[in-house]
């Protein structure tokens, strides 16, 4: 009898702990936060800058245009497209519509029917002709020289403006932040920053203000021929050795 009662606590103490302990299925465990690269004190803004100069001479804005309404077009069409698609759609649009007089009296059917490769073509040509209508009623034409007056512009936010005054009319005014310079500036440890407007400022405190326009086109062609988006080829990078994102 002793023995079954010992028995019987021993089976009743097994019972509590087993009523007491957590399912595995209920413990939670916070998920990892992605790692960001080690920031250098003072990342080597100067030396990056010189060394993209020598890979890339010939930097410039992919998109083909001959004045400041073609290129506002083409970089209007630009979103959500690549320069290529853009490059190849342009100039029946600049032949029917050569300036923004012509295109404020576009049917937007016409319009839609010439850009439809470039996607999303309904929105897009609410903006060119909205664009060309504003450019028309409220500065005779003339595309404006002013990232406050083009961001009044329909379909113009910072980033467009910034590529217009600073290809157009050499305008340092701010840096072009797109995917491929967001995407350097994060690895090469100039920014830890998300979001493209804090990402701009960060490189406009690094960089003198004379080479802004050509910074984004020295990040973009860097972005499409070596670091590239999945897989960056850090073993061909000149920059490799400054990068704290190297995989080498």
């Not at 209920?26 to 790692?35: D, G, S, V, Y």
């Not at 073609?70 to 300036?99: G, H, K």
């Amino acid at each position: 009898m002793k023995a079954g009662k010992r028995g019987s606590g021993e089976a009743g103490r097994k019972t509590a702990g087993k009523r007491g302990a957590v399912p595995k299925r209920a413990l939670f465990t916070k998920p990892r936060r992605k790692r960001l690269p080690r920031l250098p004190p003072s990342p080597p803004s100067a030396e990056i800058l010189s060394l993209l100069k020598e890979l890339y001479p010939d930097a410039r804005c992919a998109l083909e245009y001959r004045n400041a309404y073609e290129l506002l077009c083409a970089t209007i069409l630009s979103a959500q497209c690549t320069d290529v698609r853009v490059n190849l759609v342009t100039p029946t649009l600049f032949s029917r519509y050569p300036t923004p007089f012509e295109l404020a009296r576009a049917e937007p059917a016409d319009v839609e029917e010439i850009i439809k490769s470039t996607g999303f073509f309904r929105n897009k040509t609410k903006s060119l002709i909205g664009m060309a209508q504003a450019v028309v009623a409220d500065h005779n034409g003339a595309i404006p020289r002013t990232m406050e007056e083009l961001r009044r512009l329909p379909g113009v936010g910072r980033k467009t403006a910034n590529v217009v005054l600073g290809n157009a009319y050499n305008i340092n005014e701010g840096v072009t932040v797109d995917t491929h310079v967001g995407r350097l500036s994060g690895r090469l440890g100039l920014s830890k920053e998300q979001d493209p407007v804090k990402i701009e400022q960060d490189l406009m405190r690094l960089f003198p203000q004379a080479d802004w326009g050509l910074l984004s086109h020295l990040l973009i062609f860097h972005g499409r021929q070596v670091c590239i988006a999945r897989r960056p080829r850090c073993a061909e990078c000149i920059l490799a050795r400054l990068c704290p994102s190297a995989r080498l």
